[in-house]
């Protein structure tokens, strides 16, 4: 005998996603309250750590699909980044009227020395709130509503 499956009505499926809206909301106001935003800011992490994770250089539109910047904060913090010498832009082979952003060293480094104090920070509240089992569910919960949406 085997159980059957009660699909979500429209109302759960709203309610959890208002809560997990919600929750990415106060999350993202605390960590943006942080003082641990030095060498570099949020939105410049952001940039180098989606640069750095996916281990080859962007073009920008596509570097675009991996943060959460509005294009001209993107292109403008882009700029901030490479008179810092924290990223640079090449040509891209493929395309001669695009550019291909790429991480240089000295970015790697903001980038970790920024990562470890906001590793920390993620731990202090998550962990907080939930313990190891409930973290690996939320984590195996979300990727399942990943995989089930790709980009």
């Not at 800011?41 to 989606?50: A, K, P």
């Not at 962007?58 to 008179?83: H, I």
């Not at 891209?92 to 952003?101: E, V």
Request: charged content about 25%; hydrophobic content about 40%.
């Amino acid at each position: 005998m085997s159980a059957t499956v009660q699909q979500p009505s429209v109302r759960q499926a709203n309610a959890a996603w208002e809560s997990l809206m919600h929750t990415h909301a106060v999350m993202m106001n605390h960590f943006s309250a942080d003082h641990i935003w030095a060498p570099v800011s949020l939105n410049e992490y952001d940039i180098l750590y989606s640069l750095e994770k996916v281990g080859c250089s962007l073009r920008a539109t596509d570097l675009g699909k991996e943060v959460f910047l509005s294009q001209p904060t993107l292109s403008r913090t882009v700029d901030r980044l490479e008179e810092r010498g924290l990223l640079v832009r090449g040509p891209d082979p493929a395309d001669g009227r695009a550019s291909l952003l790429t991480i240089t060293e000295a970015g790697r480094a903001a980038r970790a020395e920024v990562g470890r104090k906001h590793a920390l920070a993620i731990h202090k509240r998550l962990s907080a709130a939930l313990d190891a089992d409930e973290l690996d569910t939320l984590s195996r919960l979300l990727n399942r509503i990943l995989e089930m949406n790709p980009r």
